[in-house]
């Protein structure tokens, strides 16, 4: 089955609609409700990786890679740069505030299991699989137009499933928001260039790691202390 290369653009913004709305709608409908308000912060992402799994699953278009398959990757390169991004400006941010700023954080109160469930296994993997996975393969008509910065080439593609990534995390600060454009960046250019989503998982994984999982950890022993 082929698609139209405009029918394969506007269904990638058909998809980003849905996924906005799908968790709210299928709460209204009182579908696995309980599971909704037991773990408001789960729900959502089970519901879209659910989505995404099954919309991959009712139309395998024959020409279109979703990236499915592991390929190999230059972890540690990945890691540094990953590291990079979000634990250099990360502590300056720290060292210009307060660490018990980091009490404000929504996080703050969910629990170690909700944090790993959640940061560490849910967000990479479902949001990969979508943003990456199904949204920058359905842009793929754009790749012949490129944004030239110096040296550095960035597809359309690319770039337009980035901003769609960081409007969906809209709730955060404006400077978490900076981070997490730069992580749809790396990840976006990581699936163009392995044509694979491992990379941009494991990439997703480490900024979580770093952002969330560790400054947890560091709460829970500050609290300990007291």
Known sequence: MVINP?????????LFVA???LPDAFSRL????????????????????????????????????YGLRFAGFEWKKILLITFC?????????????????????????????EIVTIYLVLSPLVEELFFRGL??????????????IKNLIISVPVL?????FTVIHFTYSVISMIFIFSLGLLCGYLREKHKSLAPAIFAHFVF????????KLILMYTESKY
Request: hydrophobic share 60%.
């Open 6 to 14: 405009k029918v394969q653009i506007g269904l990638a913004l058909i």
């Open 19 to 21: 996924y906005c709305v």
């Open 30 to 65: 009182q579908l696995l409700y309980g599971y909704a308000s037991r773990y408001p912060l789960i729900y959502p992402l089970l519901i879209n990786g659910l989505f995404s799994c099954f919309f991959i699953w009712l139309l395998p278009f024959k020409h279109i890679d």
């Open 85 to 113: 991004i979000q634990v250099f400006p990360f502590t300056i941010f720290l060292l210009l505030l307060n660490v018990n700023d980091l009490y404000l954080s929504s996080w703050m109160v969910l629990s170690l299991f």
């Open 135 to 148: 949204i920058q393969t359905f842009l793929s008509p754009l790749l012949n137009f490129n944004l030239s």
């Open 160 to 164: 337009i499933t980035t901003i769609l």
């Open 208 to 215: 979580n790691l770093f952002a969330v999982f560790v400054p």
